[in-house]
């Protein structure tokens, strides 16, 4: 019986019958399928037949997984790759072509931005960073051209959310694509497709999987057609997902709507916390009252996710005392998984940038990301208190 309630479709979906009743899907270490006969291979090979022939083409544990989250997306069909950057490459490689134009968040995951600014402009595709929050930034940079636009909501690291409804309309009139990185929420939390987006796709190897222990992508369309087309760029690019992966991901899916609610339930306590503490100066996360797009928010999620992001009002330093001295926080990149994690990206993953380029990409000295686990909160906040008390600052500060 097929449910329409998500923790349900968590469990069963993509289950398909396989040989002896397993209850979940076999791992089909497999890198190639006998055929029973020349005439059996030429039909597979013409489509005439279902059937699997090589695994970068298909194999029936990745299919699990891939009809798993097309189900939970409320998607068509979806095609897993071999991490979130696999995936946003087949997608933009499937949809350009020389002389194109792109319109992307200002506010996205890094290397996002290095592949349409290092690889694809190579190959005269231009794209504009512009604050996508802003419908009227967006009109303003529309082009002939625009062939698609590119949101992360929530963004990575500042959690800005974009109104995916209103931008759908945009795209509507000028015959673009919209392409949602749906990795901060999940589709437990945010369905992107509902709200007119006409490709969703994630970096699996967070929240989707949940369990810090795979690295892995995929993308969710809501037709035959785009699928078919992706499908044929993803088998002569090559970056797909293995089935031990998919396996691994499948499992983690089974519990994404229970851990979506312990890391909303946790990361908003941990966030009104920060709020309160005199050593923050601004908090951003979905759930707080204080987030500049908290009405766009409500109106797309089911919850309010676990991410957050905050300033020290320390600046640079006390972002260093701050990593220096947490015991319970794992100090990592990476968000998503069952355990909490922190970073702060001036120190860190940014540090060899230098303070200017970090202005300018909008990462200040005091930024710090989290990534709330499923641990019991308290032990949260305990840990930053005490490492909070380790940051010199002047008295008037404080008060
Ligand atoms: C991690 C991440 C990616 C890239 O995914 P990989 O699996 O590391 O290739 C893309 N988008 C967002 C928002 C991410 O957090």
Same mark, same amino acid.
């Given at each position: 019986?097929?449910? $329409?309630?998500?923790?349900?479709?968590?469990?069963?979906?993509?289950?398909?019958?396989?040989?002896?009743?397993?209850?979940?899907?076999?791992?089909?270490?497999?890198? %190639?399928?006998?055929?029973?006969? %020349?005439? =059996?291979?030429?039909?597979?090979?013409?489509?005439?037949?279902?059937?699997?022939? @090589?695994?970068?083409?298909?194999?029936?544990?990745?299919?699990?997984?891939?009809?798993?989250?097309?189900?939970?997306?409320?998607? =068509?069909?979806?095609?897993?790759?071999?991490?979130?950057?696999?995936?946003?490459?087949?997608?933009?490689?499937?949809?350009?072509?020389? *002389?194109?134009?792109?319109?992307?968040?200002?506010?996205?995951?890094?290397?996002?931005?290095?592949? /349409?600014?290092?690889?694809?402009?190579?190959?005269?595709?231009?794209?504009?960073?512009?604050?996508? %929050?802003? /419908?009227?930034?967006?009109?303003?940079?529309?082009?002939?051209?625009?062939?698609?636009?590119?949101?992360?909501?929530?963004?990575?690291?500042?959690?800005?959310?974009?109104?995916?409804?209103?931008?759908?309309?945009?795209?509507?009139?000028?015959?673009?694509?919209?392409?949602?990185?749906? %990795?901060?929420?999940?589709?437990?939390?945010?369905?992107?497709?509902?709200?007119?987006?006409?490709?969703?796709?994630?970096?699996?190897?967070?929240?989707?999987?949940? =369990?810090?222990?795979?690295?892995?992508?995929?993308?969710?369309? $809501?037709?035959?057609?785009?699928?078919?087309?992706?499908?044929?760029?993803?088998?002569?690019?090559?970056?797909?997902?293995?089935?031990?992966?998919?396996?691994?991901?499948?499992?983690?899916?089974?519990?994404?709507?229970?851990?979506?609610?312990?890391?909303?339930?946790?990361?908003?306590?941990?966030?009104?916390?920060?709020?309160?503490?005199?050593?923050?100066?601004?908090?951003? @996360?979905?759930?707080?009252?204080?987030?500049?797009? @908290?009405?766009?928010?409500?109106?797309?999620?089911?919850?309010?996710? *676990?991410?957050?992001?905050?300033?020290?009002?320390?600046?640079?330093?006390?972002?260093?005392?701050?990593?220096?001295?947490?015991?319970?926080?794992?100090?990592?990149?990476? /968000?998503?998984?069952?355990?909490?994690?922190?970073?702060?990206?001036?120190?860190?993953?940014?540090?060899?940038?230098?303070?200017?380029?970090?202005?300018?990409?909008?990462?200040?000295? *005091?930024?710090?990301?989290?990534?709330?686990?499923?641990?019991?909160?308290?032990?949260?906040?305990?840990?930053?208190?005490?490492?909070?008390?380790?940051?010199?600052?002047?008295?008037?500060?404080?008060?």
């Amino acid at each position: 019986m097929k449910s $329409k309630h998500l923790d349900s479709i968590c469990v069963h979906s993509g289950i398909d019958n396989y040989e002896f009743g397993p209850v979940v899907p076999p791992i089909y270490q497999t890198s %190639t399928f006998k055929f029973e006969s %020349t005439e =059996h291979g030429a039909s597979l090979f013409k489509g005439e037949q279902k059937g699997h022939i @090589y695994t970068r083409m298909s194999n029936p544990t990745i299919e699990a997984m891939e009809n798993a989250v097309a189900a939970l997306e409320g998607g =068509h069909k979806a095609l897993g790759c071999a991490s979130g950057m696999a995936a946003i490459h087949t997608v933009f490689t499937s949809l350009l072509k020389a *002389g194109d134009h792109v319109i992307c968040s200002k506010a996205v995951y890094g290397p996002t931005v290095t592949l /349409l600014r290092t690889v694809f402009s190579k190959f005269d595709i231009r794209t504009d960073f512009i604050d996508t %929050t802003d /419908l009227s930034e967006i009109e303003k940079h529309i082009t002939d051209t625009t062939r698609v636009i590119y949101i992360e909501s929530p963004a990575n690291p500042t959690l800005d959310i974009s109104d995916l409804e209103a931008i759908s309309v945009i795209k509507d009139r000028i015959g673009a694509k919209l392409v949602v990185d749906n %990795t901060f929420m999940s589709p437990a939390l945010q369905q992107p497709l509902n709200f007119g987006v006409d490709i969703v796709l994630h970096s699996m190897t967070k929240f989707l999987n949940g =369990h810090a222990d795979v690295v892995a992508g995929i993308i969710v369309v $809501k037709d035959e057609k785009t699928y078919q087309d992706m499908r044929k760029v993803l088998n002569q690019t090559g970056g797909v997902i293995d089935p031990f992966n998919s396996f691994l991901v499948h499992r983690g899916i089974k519990t994404l709507a229970l851990r979506m609610e312990k890391h909303s339930q946790n990361a908003k306590i941990l966030a009104e916390y920060l709020e309160s503490s005199p050593y923050v100066k601004w908090v951003r @996360y979905p759930g707080l009252k204080s987030h500049p797009q @908290y009405e766009t928010g409500k109106k797309q999620h089911r919850n309010d996710g *676990g991410m957050i992001a905050f300033e020290l009002r320390g600046g640079f330093k006390a972002g260093e005392t701050v990593m220096n001295n947490v015991h319970f926080f794992q100090l990592a990149v990476s /968000l998503g998984g069952v355990e909490s994690l922190i970073q702060h990206p001036a120190s860190m993953t940014h540090f060899s940038m230098g303070p200017e380029a970090r202005m300018e990409a909008g990462i200040s000295e *005091g930024l710090v990301r989290v990534s709330v686990g499923i641990e019991n909160v308290e032990d949260m906040i305990e840990d930053i208190e005490q490492a909070f008390a380790k940051i010199e600052m002047p008295q008037k500060i404080i008060a």
